[in-house]
């Protein structure tokens, strides 16, 4: 029988075109016993007819569930991630079918990294203040808003996997400590990267710039809440390049508006389309990104060729690579 592999339409742009671009579809088109196409449907959740239809799926934003696998005529054997989060899976269901989950940890760890540094680089130098004093003649307001040195300062990283390594390698030519709040992580394996393991509390009372990397789960689900906001320093800033719901959005709020924290530089949101009326969106100290920073070419033609060969390598009978635990 071919193997049947369907891809969500978030994956389009505007225009119809793979954002992706089209020359990762060849990995597909390569291999004489799949069939793929493009769902008929715009869908934000798998459907159960989705899942009858085919035997692999490759999705962005849509959410599995346990309803999207719960009937007998399920058909879907594997479903592929277009990214590394994968909080918008229901692992138990999906275990209970015997459903393969793979994500791309490798393709995304460079452009995340980059990600959470840039937003460190804009919040240090003030750069949208200073964009905005150039745009309204206020030129000489200039010395009112001096940025932050980074010789010197501490940057504390909250999960040590894949983005965490790649942030640590990347940051360690501009003179900062470094840190990092992981369980899991290997101590050795941070420390030749030039960092220390410490405890989260201890973590967020000493850096300047924190910034949240690690996946969201129960156990990281509002992790920084107000008690842990209310330890770091008036003039830190905080950075999630991770899943919203990683920080309390109240708790972070409320941080900004009486001075606990200097500002946040936010890729994610609690809830994603963030709403208008949010007070994130009127504040100057916070620079916000609707959860693409790290969208490139290079990027997305990297996540769609490791993704895409995890469909592959499943339909030929072998262990995709990049393979999530669902137990």
């Not at 459907?47 to 058909?75: F, K, M, N, Q, W």
């Not at 220390?196 to 920084?224: G, M, P, W, Y």
């Not at 620079?287 to 060729?305: G, K, N, V, Y």
């Amino acid at each position: 029988m071919r193997f049947r592999i369907g891809l969500s339409r978030d994956l389009l742009k505007p225009d119809g075109q793979p954002s992706f671009g089209t020359e990762p579809l060849s990995l597909l088109d390569q291999e004489p016993a799949i069939d793929w196409e493009y769902l008929p449907e715009q869908v934000t959740e798998i459907s159960p007819e989705i899942a009858s239809r085919y035997d692999g799926l490759y999705i962005s934003t849509p959410r599995v569930t346990r309803a999207s696998v719960s009937r007998p005529d399920c058909r879907v054997r594997i479903i592929a991630r277009h990214g590394v989060g994968y909080d918008s899976v229901d692992l138990g269901a999906l275990a209970e079918r015997g459903i393969v989950l793979t994500n791309t940890p490798i393709a995304i760890r460079r452009p995340v990294a980059v990600a959470a540094l840039t937003l460190i680089f804009a919040l240090a130098g003030r750069l949208f203040t200073k964009d905005r004093l150039t745009r309204s003649g206020r030129w000489h307001e200039r010395t009112a808003h001096m940025g932050l040195g980074l010789t010197g300062r501490t940057l504390g990283i909250i999960g040590a996997g894949g983005i965490g390594q790649e942030l640590l390698r990347l940051a360690a030519p501009f003179g900062w400590r470094l840190r990092v709040a992981d369980p899991y992580a290997s101590e050795q394996r941070v420390d030749e990267l030039g960092a220390k393991i410490q405890v989260l509390d201890d973590l967020l009372r000493e850096s300047d710039f924190v910034v949240a990397a690690c996946i969201l789960n129960e156990e990281t689900r509002h992790l920084i809440d107000a008690r842990r906001f209310a330890l770091m320093k008036r003039e830190a800033f905080f950075i999630n390049v991770a899943r919203g719901p990683v920080a309390d959005e109240t708790a972070l709020i409320e941080a900004l508006r009486s001075g606990t924290i200097a500002g946040a530089g936010l890729d994610v949101f609690e809830q994603e389309p963030v709403d208008l009326g949010n007070p994130l969106l009127g504040m100057a100290q916070v620079i916000l990104t609707p959860h693409s920073l790290s969208w490139t070419d290079e990027c997305f033609d990297a996540i769609a060729r490791e993704g895409l060969s995890c469909l592959v390598d499943f339909s030929r009978g072998r262990t995709p690579a990049s393979v999530v635990r669902t137990t």
